[in-house]
Each structure stands twice: as C-alpha cells, then as structure tokens.
C-alpha cells in the first residue's frame, strides 16, 4: 500500500467544468507537492507546501489553484483547463529539507483527460 | 539553471542480463543529490537508489548500483540479474541540497526487459 495516495485516478473534464484532484499522505511528512507529467517532458514541478504555507509556485497558470489545509491533504483544484493541460498529475511528500527531508515519496497520479 | 539529461529514451535487456542506463547533469552546486526512480505501468514513482554528492563510494541497493562521476557530472544506473519487473520508465533526478525542495527529473528512459 502506498503512504501517498491520489483520488481519482482517471478523471475526464470538460474545459468549462470545475474538479480537483485529492492528495493524502501517511508518511508524516510536513511538505507535499504537486507535479505534472506530461508525455516527451521532464516532470515539471507545479507547487510545494511546507506545513501548509505555500513555499514554491513555478508559473502555473490560476486555472491550476492548490490547497493544503493540513500536512496530511494536499488538494489541486481545476477550472476553464485547456487541452494542453491533459498530463498526469502526481502528488508526492517528504520531510522539510531543515529536517534532513531528501526523498520525495510519489502517488500514483491522476490522469487527466481535457476535452 | 540545473539540468538533467538521460540520451536514451529506450533500452532493452535480455532477462538475467546486465543494462546500465546513462545520465548526466549540469549544475555549479558543490552540495547535492542524484536519484534514480522507477515508474512502472502502477504509474507510482519508486525511489530505487540515491546518491549523496558529498560521498566518493558509489550507492548500491541489491541488485541496482550506480556510477557516480562527479567531475563528468555523470551518474549512471546498472541493473544486474534483470528482471521482467524491472522493466518500467527509469528517471535521474537532481536536487540541491540545503533548503531545497525541488527535484529536477530527466525525460527517463523506457526499459524494456525480454524473457
């Protein structure tokens, strides 16, 4: 069993449609992220949280609006996508680096389909 | 910027056989870590071996041990006794020691292991 696990696990949106992603970790981490897998790319790194304030913000378009109301969830919510937005989204955890955090621990991702 | 390069999108191995997957990276830090991830069909991204660059010995875990060359900024990953469970995507990833969060991942390398 995974210590990170992402719900759903497929989800198809329309590009008017409101959703979000849902993140849960076990590990007892203090920082979660958000990263997106698209095919032919590197994984892009979207948002970071530590102890729920929001450390890291790599220009991600405001369709894309994160949440953290706890160390344990980590929530991505989506409005107006676009197409190019369809990717697999992945959620993973670890330890604050000031507390030796080094390893990210991965969920198994949503995958997103826009149409 | 830190950059991450694998200059194989595709391997294959014969079952029992040796593979060594290949990436190199770019960064002017002296305090850093090199992963390599295995991301199977489950999608989940599983840490498979890791690398401080503070140490000279190269990392090993069972049958997955690297190269680490830090002067050539090379940081390969060999696969001994394959398996068909170790085929899946294999990622080299970067992170900056020190307060850093972010993980830099190479566009990976899809190995295929035939019986």
């Known amino acids: 069993e995974t210590g990170v696990t992402q719900t759903p696990r497929h989800l198809v949106m329309g590009m008017t449609n409101k959703k979000s992603l849902k993140c849960e970790q076990h590990l007892g981490h203090n920082a979660m992220y958000w990263y997106k897998q698209s095919a032919k790319k590197p994984l892009e790194l979207m948002f970071v949280?530590?102890?729920?304030?929001?450390?890291e913000n790599n220009s991600v378009p405001s369709r894309f609006s994160p949440e953290c109301p706890n160390s344990s969830h980590l929530f991505l919510h989506l409005h107006t996508l676009q197409p190019e937005d369809s990717a697999l989204y992945l959620c993973a955890s670890s330890l604050n680096p000031g507390q030796g955090g080094i390893e990210a621990f991965f969920g198994q991702g949503t995958r997103l389909t826009v149409v | 910027a830190q950059t991450v390069t694998q200059s194989q999108p595709e391997m294959s191995v014969q079952e029992a056989e040796t593979v060594t997957l290949s990436c190199t990276y770019d960064?002017?830090?002296?305090?850093?870590?090199l992963f390599w991830y295995k991301q199977p069909p489950s999608r989940q991204m599983i840490l498979v071996i890791r690398q401080e660059a503070y140490k000279q010995q190269n990392a090993t875990e069972n049958r997955f041990s690297v190269n680490f060359q830090k002067a050539a900024k090379s940081f390969s990953l060999k696969i001994s006794d394959s398996q068909l469970g170790d085929a899946a995507m294999y990622f080299c990833a970067y992170k900056r020691g020190g307060s850093n969060y972010k993980l830099t991942f190479g566009k990976g390398t899809l190995l295929t292991v035939n019986p």
């Open positions: 949280y530590s102890l729920e304030e929001r450390v």
């Open positions: 960064t002017s830090e002296s305090d850093y870590y």
